[in-house]
Nanobody, 114 residues
C-alpha cells in the first residue's frame, strides 16, 4: 500500500521558516512526480508545489513562489518542502501527494504561522 507520512510542521512566527518532510513507501518513489498541497480550515485543497520524478522542474503556485522550495531525495524516498518568509495565510495542513489534486496523499502536518 502507498504510504506518505509528513512531518516537520509546527508553530512559526511570521517571517520564519519550517522544513517539511514526507517519507514515502509502498511504491517506486523515483518513478513518481510528487506534489505538496495544503488545506486551510474551511477552504478547499490548494496545490502548492510539484517536482518531477528525477528532481527537475520544480514549480510553484503564485502564493508561495520565491518563498518555498520543493526538493526530493530519491535514495531516501523522501520529499521536502523548505518554507521561508512564512505568512499567517500559509497556516494550513500540508500534505504530500502523488498528484496535484491530492487524490493520493498522506495524513498531513499542521503548520501554524502566528
Amino acid at each position: 500500500d502507498v504510504q506518505l507520512v509528513e512531518s516537520g510542521g509546527g508553530l512559526a512566527q511570521p517571517g520564519g521558516s519550517l522544513r517539511l518532510s514526507c517519507a514515502a513507501s509502498g511504491f517506486t518513489f523515483s518513478n513518481q512526480h510528487m506534489s505538496w498541497i495544503r488545506q486551510a480550515p474551511g477552504e478547499a485543497l490548494q496545490w502548492v508545489a510539484a517536482i518531477n520524478r528525477d528532481g527537475t522542474n520544480p514549480n510553484y503556485s503564485d502564493y508561495v513562489k520565491g518563498r518555498f522550495t520543493i526538493s526530493r531525495d530519491n535514495d531516501k524516498n523522501t520529499l521536502y518542502l523548505q518554507m521561508s518568509s512564512l505568512k499567517p495565510e500559509d497556516s494550513a495542513v500540508y500534505y504530500c501527494a502523488q498528484d496535484r489534486a491530492g487524490r493520493t496523499r498522506g495524513q498531513g502536518t499542521q503548520v501554524t504561522v502566528s
